[in-house]
């Protein structure tokens, strides 16, 4: 379904921008005592490791499973968004754990994109030349 890929796409993207730009990220991540932080209730760290976990957690797999179901997120790409999944980790440096939530959003842009070059009946190979499939 390319609204439900369209939809999940953008929905885990902007989860994304919002992790990104998180007000607590800098108490948590890359500090020797972010985990002392985050669990200080009622704090930016410890709202920023809540709603990292749900991000890394169960939507994470619910995005993955609406491409996925669109056919077009292979065994290997599904591997790939789980490693960077794992890249988000609050002993990393900032900058690292930055770059790892743009590379999920890169990898989730170029699913979709695939989806709906796949619904308009156009394909791309991984070289970026497109071709369609036109029945005589």
């Known amino acids: 379904n390319l609204d ?11 989860l994304l921008d919002q992790l990104h730009d998180h007000v607590g990220l800098s108490d948590v991540v890359g500090t020797q005592f972010g985990s002392i932080y985050a669990m200080k209730a009622g704090s930016p760290a410890a709202d920023f490791n809540a709603f990292k976990e749900q991000v890394t957690g169960k ?4 995005a993955r ?3 996925k179901g669109a056919g077009s997120v292979t065994d290997f790409e599904g591997i ?3 490693q960077a999944m794992g890249r988000l980790q609050a002993s990393q440096s900032v900058p690292a754990f930055k770059q ?3 590379d999920i959003q890169n990898m989730i842009q170029k699913d979709l994109k695939k989806i709906e070059s796949k619904a308009g009946g156009v394909y791309k190979t991984q ?9 005589d």
């Open 65 to 67: 499973e609406s491409l």
């Open 80 to 82: 790939k968004g789980e």
């Open 4 to 14: 439900g890929a369209r939809e999940a796409a953008n929905s885990f993207s902007s």
């Open 127 to 135: 070289s970026g030349n497109s071709y369609e499939i036109v029945e």
């Open 100 to 102: 790892a939530v743009r």
């Open 59 to 62: 939507l994470f797999l619910q």
